[in-house]
């Protein structure tokens, strides 16, 4: 049975992972834009897509234990 504090802390782990995820892609590929070279688009772009994982593996894994 999940629990609420199960539910808080997949809150809390999935915030705080995908933030420091997405911040250090967008940071460093905006980085790169205004340093001149296009290729970090390639980093930035996807940094919020990319931030979501880490709470949806985290919420998959919950799942599995109902």
């Known amino acids: 049975m999940v629990n609420r504090s199960d539910i808080v802390w997949l809150g809390v782990a999935s915030a705080v992972s995908g933030c420091l995820i997405g911040g250090m ?3 460093i590929g905006l980085d790169l834009i205004v340093n001149g070279q296009p290729l970090g688009w390639l980093i930035m772009l996807p940094g919020a897509p990319v931030s979501a ?3 949806w593996v985290l919420a998959r894994r919950l ?3 109902l």
């Open 53 to 55: 994982l880490p709470g």
């Open 63 to 65: 799942a599995r234990q």
């Open 25 to 27: 892609m967008l940071g």
